[in-house]
């Protein structure tokens, strides 16, 4: 397993964990683009948006999404939140397991440069 989100959710390499349960793992960005800068993932590898191809990986995503409400409520993000996930290229993505930033602390500018 050469994936470095696979190993943050399987507690192999360490990360600022704000958020657990069986099925997502949310946790610090390294080099965070906001005061609240928390990545949401899936615990099972999924590539990105492109590999959410059937019931169970739908149910992951969606998982993450559920995780993002509960982490936005427990934070007061009273201001609202941005949620973001790139996919592929020409988007930027970096890592090849899904992720959903979960963006706060300031306003956000639309659209995204
Ligand atoms: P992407 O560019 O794929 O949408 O986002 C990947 C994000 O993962 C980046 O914002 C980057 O800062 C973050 N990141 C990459 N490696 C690590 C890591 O080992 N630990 C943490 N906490 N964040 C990481
Ligand atoms: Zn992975």
Redesign the pocket.
């Known amino acids: 397993m050469s994936c470095?989100f696979c190993k943050?959710a399987a507690g192999e390499?360490p990360?600022?964990i704000v958020f657990k349960n069986e099925r997502v793992t949310a946790?610090?960005?390294?080099?965070p683009m906001a005061p609240t800068h928390i990545?949401i993932i899936p615990n099972q590898h999924i590539d990105s948006v492109d590999a959410i191809v059937n019931d169970e990986t739908a149910r992951a995503a969606a998982e993450c999404l559920r995780a993002a409400r509960e982490i936005a409520q427990a934070r007061a993000l009273t201001g609202g939140y941005r949620l973001v996930t790139?996919t592929g290229p020409d988007a930027?993505?970096?890592?090849p397991h899904l992720?959903f930033?979960l963006l706060a602390g300031r306003l956000m500018t639309w659209p995204p440069g």
């Open positions: 470095i943050i390499i990360a600022d946790f610090t960005d390294l080099n990545l790139n930027g993505q970096s890592v992720h930033h």
